[in-house]
Structure formats: structure tokens, C-alpha cells
């Protein structure tokens, strides 16, 4: 066992691959079977590493409630949760925790799906004797990424962060995996700070030393779409071009699935628990049915997500592209590279095409064809209805009214769940100041109703609300 510290940087909001990820971390979107983070911490395990600490910000109730202490992967796990409301950046969450990195430490992005040896990156450090090391990728679009510079000697002599396309210095980017000494530390100042932007820079202007290692092992970011959609042929057993001979293409089909008369399957391909396909229907390659996904007649996928829940009609064609868990589309519906948000509803004949994003709990008409379109909520704040940690159910709530709506309709699983975490109260008084209304569920909660009555009695209070207070102008 390695006694390195490993610090996996958590707490973004993931923008790059929303509507994704506004009902869950990007860490905790599925590859395959399992959550990003669970492939990263396998690799972790994989490579002789046990201490980590996890930074978090953003909707870290789903991770901590996954991960736990870390034991039932084989860990033991620290969290750095930055001050809610507060974004302190890669290196500021870092900062948090720097009485826990006296010795050398390493930094893993939790977006990330590698296969590297950390165990051999680690040894390189030492023996370079560097303050930093930067773990680098070859890639095409390096004004994507941290861009660098080295000389004959692996040094590391210019720092851009995502440089304007063609300005870069070459094509060597950083994949965000560090080694560093505790010492680097030392010059993150409070506040919001980032390796790339500030620290790394810095370090050069002082003429530290700064190693670059050049990786050669599997590395992607599945902080977006296309990330995603090769971490997932990855993770099924494809090479991102074609088949893998070492890894024959994957048929794996879960309990409870049924299947119309017709359908073909082509691996490698993902099918979970509890799915329905429908007659004549074309299943892969790549792609992934998560559970309780309903699938119509006649229809195509490939290289694919559908997020549990999500019901596909009937001749639909979905390429290319992730739809969100309890979306619902209808029938004849075309989506082409892009996501679907959880939850949304697509009417008959809708199509969507070329890196169009859909946030959720949208309703897209047939009159709309979408192409490199964004359709939002109107609100940057909207309420999620969850029935537990991280499990979203379709509905979302952008006004108060809409949470009456809501209360009336969602399973009140929902209702119990949100009331005991104050996640209704803190909405209300976040985006719309209304003070009175949160103060009554509050004392709702404190009565300890269960059920249809609590439903009754939450909904009779906020419709009362809308009908009569000033507040609600």
C-alpha cells in the first residue's frame, strides 16, 4: 500500500455537460454500470492507493451518500466541503485541507476515466525531485485543456489554461493529475484560487521546477458529451475505434427484461434491470439501456445512453446521444449528438439534432427542429423533486405555483424526503424571499405528518399562500 494521499477534486458544477448535471454531480454519472467516481476509485485501488480525500461543493450529498467512509470500496475517505455558496476554485478547496498533506500528494479530477498508473507517476515525482508534476496527454484540441510547454529535459517552461484556439504552444495538455509537494500549497491565498489559472503560472515566474509526464495509458475527460460517449465504448470494451480483441463485445442483459419479437441486439451493448423493448426494435452498438427503461416499436440506438426510468417510443431514432433518466419521448422523435434532459417530454415528431442540449423538465413541441439549440428553464434556480438522494423524478418546479403542481402529483416519498431535509424551505427563501411560506413548512415538519395526509395538508398550505399573500407578488 502506497501512503500518498490521493485528493480527487469534486466540487464543480460540471456547466460542460449540463442538463446532465443539474440533478447529479458529474462524478456520479454513470459509465457503463458504475458512476465515474467508482471506475476512478477502482484504478485508484488498482494502483496501491487507500487515503483519499474527496473536495466538495456542488450537490455533495449524492457523492458522500455513495462513497460513504469509502470502506465498501476498499478506502479510507477525508472530505474538504467547501462553505456553502462558495466556489473556492481546484486549488482553494485544496487549501482547505492542507493540515492534511504534510508529505508528497496526488490530485486526480473526479471527471476523469483513466487506466494510469498512479504508482508509477508517483516514483517519477520523486526521482525528479520537482516541486510539481503535470501528468500530459497528446490531443487534438489542446485550447480545450491546461496547454504546456517543455524542453529537452521534461521541464515544463510555459502554462497556458485553455488557451484561444490557435495561440496554443503545441499539443500537449494537462489531464489535470498532479503530483506535488505539500509546499505548493503555501502560496494559495484564501479565496478563489486554481492550479491552472494561478498556481502553476506562479510557480513558473518564481522558476520552481515544474516536470511534465508525458502518459501514454488511457486517459478521457467525461466532463461532456463526447467525453462521455467514448469513456462508455471504453468501459463496454471498445478501443474508441473499433473492437478491442482482448475484450470480445459485451451482451450483458439483466433480471426482468423483456423483449418483443425481433429485436436485435448488436454488442457491444448495456441492458439493466426491469427494461422493455419493443417489437422490431434495433438495440447497439454501444449502447447502454439503463433500469426500468421502457423502449417502443421499431426503434433505433446506438452508441447511446438512455438514464433509468426514460421511455423511448415507438420508431424512434436515438444516435449518439444521452437521454436523461424519466425523460419521455413520443413516438417518431429524431435525436441526433445531443442530450436530453432528465425529465423532459419531446411530443411526436420532434427532432433534435447536432449538440443540442434539452434542460429538464422541458416540453419540446413538434414545430420545434433543433440544431445546435439550447432549450433552458426559465429559471437559473429550479426545484427538483427528488424521491432520495441523487434519484430524480421527472418533475421539476420553477414557481411557486409549479411546487403546488408538484406537491399534488409527485410521489409522496418525494414530499417526506424533501420536508426532513428543509430543501423546500431553503428554496423559497433562496429564489423568492418569501420568508412567511417558509416559516409555515417549517412548522409542518415540526407536526410530523406522513403520507396523503402530509400531501393534503402541504399543498393546503401553499395554495392558501398563493391565494392570499402579498408575498407572492
Known sequence: MTACKVVILAGGEGVRFRPLTLTRPKSMIPLGTKPVIEHLTSQIVKCRFRNLIITLNYQKEQLMHFIGDGSKFGVQVEYAIEPEGTFLGTAGGVKLVSNLLKDTFMILQGDAYTTMNFDKILKF???SGADATIVLKEVADPWHYGNVKCNSNGEITDFQEKPIKGKETGNLASTGIYCLEPEVLDIVKPGE????????????????????????????????LAGFIAGTRHVLGLNGEGEDKKHPPLLPIGK????GEKVKITGPSLIEDN????????IGPYAVLKR??????????????????AK?????????????????????????DSIVGPGSTLEQSVEVKSGSRIWPGIRVVAADRLNHSTIRLPTDNPFYFNSDVGKFTGLT??????????????????????????????????????????ER????????????????????????WLRYSTESN
Open 193 to 224: 484560487c486554481d492550479f491552472g489559472r494561478d498556481v502553476f503560472p506562479h510557480l513558473l515566474r518564481e522558476n520552481r521546477s515544474i516536470r511534465g509526464y508525458v502518459a501514454d495509458e488511457l486517459w478521457i475527460d467525461t466532463g461532456s
Open 275 to 282: 427494461v422493455s423493448i419493443g417489437k422490431g426494435s434495433q
Open 397 to 438: 418546479a420553477t414557481t411557486i405555483g409549479d411546487l403546488a403542481d408538484g406537491l399534488e402529483r409527485v410521489d409522496v416519498r418525494s414530499i417526506e424526503f424533501h420536508l426532513e431535509n428543509r430543501d423546500f424551505e431553503r428554496w423559497i427563501k433562496d429564489v423568492f424571499q418569501a420568508n412567511t411560506l417558509a
Open 292 to 309: 426500468d427503461t421502457t423502449v417502443g416499436e421499431e426503434v433505433i440506438i446506438e452508441n447511446a445512453s438512455i438514464f433509468e426510468g
Open 312 to 336: 423511448v417510443g415507438s420508431y424512434d431514432k436515438i444516435r449518439g446521444s444521452i437521454i436523461g433518466e424519466q425523460a419521455n419521448l413520443a413516438e417518431r422523435i429524431v435525436v441526433d
Open 125 to 127: 515525482h520523486k526521482q
Open 256 to 259: 426482468n427484461v423483456f423483449l
Open 441 to 464: 413548512i417549517s412548522d409542518l415538519r415540526e407536526h410530523g405528518l406522513q403520507g396523503e395526509v402530509l400531501r393534503k395538508e402541504f399543498s393546503s398550505i401553499v395554495r392558501t
